[in-house]
């Protein structure tokens, strides 16, 4: 079957069947077929970034900053929204379909030829895996110096982890999600990101004096991480403005640095100070603190808050701690009209938690709930029965994504804002509708 495949189409419909017939491989078997690959990307200096929420968005202020200062870099992210390249960028490009297939079939080639261990166990690689592994052939191939990737689940045991020249590793926000696989409490789930750490290489973490901080401060030490934590304390002078955000940082050879995020979504803040920690340690004269501040700046990542029509925002976020960050934001958003409110969730999400929140934050004055078309998705009668339980709000139920954004975002009036949140599967489906209107 794989020596059949040419085209981009359908090297993207054999990953997407992967998941029906394998399951997740051990770290040595990802470990013992990177190097049977030719351990590629082994010479680039790899930031690798891990934790519930932000980490995408880390990723993306990191390579913004690095492309600023004239450094090449690859950058390896998930999930994508509407095409599985967006996964894989390389100098803030996404990567063609050509080369796409270039990599997919340089590692199934690779699969045809495998070691005799590997042989022996029937291996093949995860769809995560696959990807990450066509990610480091591409960066190889594109002879990047810096490859920036975000772990998928967890840390210890993620395929990203494999690499070993590691420069700095970052931990985002520690909260509950993918709790069946990394633990019930917020320090189990810390200790499985903390795994991403390297003995003597610099580890930047959001420092809140929690169980998840002293979790992963006490991995640090065991193994002799220099540990850098990021607080509250170092961040000042907070402006909201319409569109932007300004702030202040202190670096460690100035005084407090001013800085600006292009959004309107201040959980972005901390994104990109974890950012611009992990870059001032990097110690790299080209990376400067202009370049910082027009690197943070330019970045703008979809589906984090994104506003896709005039005041219409989609929001990835999908458990309770990211659902928590975007209503602080919706909260301190001017707003002369109605607050409108598209939400849909897959179903193996906190959603009756997420749904609490959002029904109890009195801050929508319509709701509406839809069914996604994944078939990981919460089915409507399901999203129907949970939203009453929490709000005495009228709300609609949905047929179709396509009523649903028409009716509430074609139809809204001047000073209405629309909040369409849930899920990065919301977004991207949200995005690919935007696409097929814009064509017709």
Request: with cysteine; aromatic share 8%; charged share 25%.
């Amino acid at each position: 079957m794989i020596g059949r495949i040419n085209t981009y189409g359908e090297a993207e419909e054999y990953i997407n069947s992967i998941p029906k017939f394998t399951g997740k491989s051990s770290m040595e078997d990802t470990r013992e077929f990177l190097v049977h690959l030719g351990n590629p990307a082994h010479n680039c200096k790899i930031i690798h970034v891990a934790g519930t929420n932000g980490k995408g968005s880390v990723c993306a202020y990191l390579c913004s900053v690095l492309k600023e200062a004239g450094i090449s870099a690859g950058m390896f992210t998930s999930p994508h929204l509407i095409t599985m390249r967006e996964r894989i960028l390389i100098n803030d490009i996404m990567v063609t379909e050509q080369e796409f297939l270039q990599a997919f079939k340089i590692v199934t080639d690779k699969l045809s030829d495998l070691p005799s261990g590997l042989a022996h166990k029937g291996y093949h690689p995860s769809f995560f895996e696959f990807l990450f592994f066509m990610a480091m052939v591409l960066f190889e191939r594109a002879g990047i110096e810096y490859v920036v990737l975000e772990t998928g689940l967890g840390g210890r045991l993620d395929a990203t982890n494999s690499p070993e020249n590691k420069k700095v590793c970052i931990i985002t926000s520690i909260g509950y999600d993918h709790m069946e696989y990394l633990g019930d409490t917020p320090a189990q789930i810390a200790g499985e990101k903390a795994g991403i750490m390297r003995t003597g290489v610099p580890v930047v973490y959001l420092n809140r004096h929690d169980e998840a901080s002293e979790k992963i401060e006490e991995y640090a030490r065991r193994i002799g991480a220099e540990m850098i934590p990021v607080s509250e304390q170092a961040i000042k002078e907070i402006k909201i403005r319409n569109k932007t955000i300004d702030f202040s940082l202190h670096l460690n050879y100035y005084d407090y640095i001013g800085f600006t995020v292009s959004t309107s979504a201040v959980y972005q803040i901390e994104n990109a100070v974890l950012a611009i920690k992990a870059l001032e340690r990097l110690s790299d004269a080209r990376i400067t603190v202009h370049t910082m501040q027009e690197g943070i700046r330019r970045m703008v990542w979809e589906g984090r808050m994104e506003e896709v029509l005039p005041s219409v925002y989609v929001d990835g976020a999908h458990n309770i701690d990211g659902i928590r960050a975007f209503l602080e934001t919706v909260r301190i958003q001017p707003c002369s009209g109605k607050r409108k409110l598209l939400f849909s969730v897959v179903k193996d999400k906190q959603y009756r938690l997420v749904i609490e929140a959002l029904a109890s934050s009195g801050l929508f004055d319509e709701v509406g709930v839809v069914a996604l078309t994944s078939e990981r998705a919460l089915p409507i009668d399901v999203l129907e029965d949970t939203y009453r339980q929490y709000t005495g709000l009228e709300y609609k139920a949905y047929d179709s994504l396509s009523t649903a954004f028409k009716e509430l975002v074609l139809s809204k009036d001047d000073g209405d804002n629309v909040y369409i949140v849930g899920s990065l599967y919301l977004v991207g489906e949200i995005k690919a509708l935007l696409r097929s209107l814009k064509h017709d």
